[in-house]
């Protein structure tokens, strides 16, 4: 058995072809819908609905389709194919070099940014791995065997 709200929100969600509900759904609409007279006229306004907003196929015919060109000719109007390739061409060399222009500025600024950060990187990597200055003067001192 199937709640008004439920029907309401199926109807809503779905329109008023049974077709498009959930399978399981549409058994229990159909006969909710013969029982209730209020999703009855429910479900008469979601038909309404649907039959405004579905549109039609309009398909122009060769006749109309000659008859505006016709008039457009009349007019001095004529086609633009050759601007619209070199529109395509230039557009199309535009978007690349667009891109490489963009690609090298990216590589320039994050090499510029990253320098701080490589430097002190290879001097943390430095003090870790190598003698440092302490180290090499103490050696220096033993090996020359002066007083200290």
């Known amino acids: 058995m199937m709640t008004k709200d439920r029907f309401e ?5 779905y329109g008023a072809d049974f077709a498009r509900w ?15 007279p209020q999703l009855q006229v429910a479900w008469a306004k979601a038909a309404a609905l649907d039959d ?7 398909v122009p015919s060769a006749a109309l389709r000659d008859q505006i060109i016709a008039s457009a ?32 500025l990216g590589i320039i600024i994050a090499h ?3 320098a701080p ?8 990597q430095a003090s870790l791995q190598g003698a440092d ?3 090499l003067l103490g050696v220096e001192m033993a090996s020359l065997d002066v007083k200290r």
């Open 22 to 36: 959930p399978a399981d759904a549409r058994d229990a609409g159909r006969a909710a819908l013969h029982s209730d």
């Open 112 to 114: 510029q940014l990253s």
């Open 52 to 58: 405004m907003i579905r549109l039609p196929n309009l």
């Open 9 to 13: 929100y199926l109807l809503d969600a």
């Open 73 to 104: 000719t009349k007019a001095g109007l004529r086609a633009r194919r050759i601007r619209r390739a070199l529109l395509a061409v230039w557009s199309g060399a535009g978007v690349a070099a667009t891109a490489v222009a963009g690609a090298a």
């Open 133 to 135: 200055d302490t180290d």
């Open 117 to 124: 950060m490589r430097a002190d990187t290879v001097f943390y």
